[in-house]
């Protein structure tokens, strides 16, 4: 008895779908090869047809595919027409051990009939096809809630020409434009051409316009852009655009961080700029946090990586003078700046993550004010004079400090809870205003929750909020965009050379907390400040160097939106 044709073999549909798409086509440069091709909702197969029983079974999974397109050939007597699908799986790499993503197109002649259009029509199909189930097939990880970015995605990207080793543009030319041919996604390049033209064209900028914002450079040209979109009239919505990184500078330290948090193996370099232009390709958005700074200036910054002051600081200014050498430059700054190691005075206190926390040795707890200290409560003992603001507009929209709020328990991508005061809003005539309701006045004393650091001599302090400082600097393993944690180090005075060396050596694999070094400590707090009594010395946020005196930050978790897998 005859089949019906409902229960025909799906693998045996040629040219058809039954639940797997199967065709049988030729090699594009030799008409007598021939494939036989099927797709599945998760992979594509491909097997030459040949007479011989052992034929080689190429399998292609989707979630590496970035893209398929059709197209007729070059020469107009060709009655046959082409499809090429676009995949970046994990292959060994040519000189050295592991893997990394590597680019492999698979195309096809279609020429199942004389007609030029039937042909084009069916390579057509089988691209649209394709496309379709690489986008539902995006490397998502457990626990992490994603959204996706809109087909097609109407992307503005941003080029700093001079960052790193002045390369970013021709990186860019060389490795992503023709990843996002592939993945079928319009784009705009804005070359930036000075220092904060990042900041003003998203300021400016009608983001009804965009669907994602890319910056090609170093942590440099993100600050710029974060705080571009903060100083919009219409912020809260501005900072939902969803913002993505392609490495083009000298720390590259968030490129290397998404990378991390996609579970990927360790990348560099081009490898490293490969995998998040394929991450960019895949759409996938999730939570970024954010951390709201303020300086004694009534300045108020938003950050996504650090807040570093004294040896991190110092080698990231002071190693801008080799800058044409590249990542390579943060290794000569650590060696000059430990040459001439130096301390600095000053004060520290934060709010740690839980409640009650058992202060760690060598702190105390700050009063509110006591009648009779074991320790001057931060700021009760150093006047913080404030200057006027030199942007009034910019102070107008953002200096906003609250001390009341709303008690919720926020849960991270790992799925812990973390009981965190969630950021208010003020309105005014023309805007709301994000509130900082963890910070007091600068003016003021840190609130009784808060630890007060009894050291006052630091070689360094590092806020940092993402799990890599550099490309090879992996400072928090366990860190995730979204944890809604600040990531607080401090190494105090009495370190020798030799041991700080050894930290940073043993960073660059995630194991310098194990070293068991006495002179480092480490919290999760939700807020800080700091109050430098060293006359001279440098504070940098995301790595930009900002006006040298007191400063506090909050974290804002999932405040921000970042492409990421």
């Not at 005859?2 to 030729?26: H, I, M």
């Not at 960052?163 to 705009?188: D, K, N, W």
């Not at 010395?537 to 970042?562: C, F, K, N, S």
Request: charged share 20%; hydrophobic share 40%; aromatic share 8%.
């Amino acid at each position: 008895m005859e089949k019906d044709a409902s229960d025909a073999d799906p693998s045996r549909q040629r040219n058809g779908f039954v639940g797997v798409l199967y065709g049988e086509f030729t090699d594009t440069l030799n008409d007598r090869v021939r494939y036989s091709v099927s797709l599945t909702e998760s992979a594509l197969t491909i097997q030459r047809i040949s007479l011989s029983p052992a034929r080689t079974k190429i399998i292609f999974n989707l979630t590496d595919c970035v893209g398929c397109r059709a197209y007729r050939g070059p020469d107009s007597s060709d009655v046959g027409a082409y499809f090429t699908a676009y995949f970046y799986p994990f292959k060994r790499r040519w000189m050295s051990t592991g893997v990394t993503r590597q680019r492999v197109e698979q195309c096809f002649r279609v020429a199942l009939v004389q007609d030029p259009l039937a042909n084009l029509q069916e390579a057509e199909r089988w691209a649209h096809a394709i496309r379709d189930a690489s986008l539902l097939q995006a490397p998502r990880r457990d626990g992490v809630v994603y959204t996706e970015l809109r087909r097609p995605c109407r992307t503005m990207i941003l080029v700093n020409p001079n960052s790193g080793r002045g390369q970013a543009l021709q990186l860019f030319t060389c490795h992503i434009q023709a990843m996002l041919t592939e993945a079928s996604v319009p784009y705009e390049l804005v070359i930036t051409e000075h220092q904060n033209h990042a900041r003003e064209v998203v300021r400016k900028a009608d983001l009804s316009q965009w669907d994602a914002l890319v910056i090609m450079s170093g942590d440099g040209l993100l600050f710029e852009v974060i705080n571009g979109l903060m100083e919009r009239e219409d912020w809260q919505e501005a900072i939902q655009t969803p913002l993505g990184i392609l490495p083009g500078g000298s720390g590259n330290a968030l490129a290397a961080s998404v990378h991390h948090y996609s579970q990927s193996p360790p990348a560099w370099n081009e490898e490293l700029l490969l995998s998040c232009g394929f991450m960019l390709c895949k759409g996938l958005v999730g939570s970024m946090d954010l951390v709201s700074i303020h300086l004694a200036s009534r300045q108020h910054l938003f950050s996504f990586l650090s807040l570093a002051w004294g040896f991190v600081a110092d080698v990231d200014i002071e190693s801008e003078k080799y800058r044409h050498v590249g990542a390579i430059r943060f290794l000569m700054g650590t060696l000059v700046r430990l040459a001439t190691l130096r301390v600095y005075q000053g004060r520290l206190a934060y709010l740690p993550v839980k409640e009650t926390p058992k202060p760690p040795k060598g702190s105390i707890k700050a009063n509110h004010p006591p009648s009779t200290p074991q320790h001057p409560s931060l700021c009760s003992s150093l006047p913080c004079r404030l200057i006027p603001n030199t942007s009034p507009k910019q102070s107008s929209h953002h200096n906003c400090i609250g001390t009341n709020s709303n008690h919720n328990t926020i849960t991270n991508s790992s799925g812990s809870a973390i009981d965190n005061k969630r950021s208010e809003t003020q309105r005014d005539t023309k805007t709301a205003h994000l509130v900082d309701s963890l910070l007091p006045g600068l003016d003021q004393p840190v609130p009784e929750s808060w630890t007060v650091v009894k050291e006052e001599d630091f070689v360094l302090v590092l806020a940092i909020y993402q799990s890599h400082l550099a490309e090879d600097l992996w400072t928090v393993p366990g860190a995730m965009a979204d944890d809604g944690v600040i990531h607080l180090f401090y190494v105090t005075a009495g370190i020798s050379r030799p041991a700080l060396l050894r930290l940073f050596l043993a960073m660059e694999k995630g194991a310098h907390l194990a070293c068991g070094c006495p002179y480092l400590v480490y919290e999760k707090v939700r807020a800080l400040r700091l109050e430098p009594i060293s006359p001279q010395g440098m504070i940098t946020v995301d790595g930009e160097m900002v006006e040298y005196g007191p400063v506090q930050a909050q974290i804002h978790p999932g405040l921000a939106r970042l492409i990421c897998g």
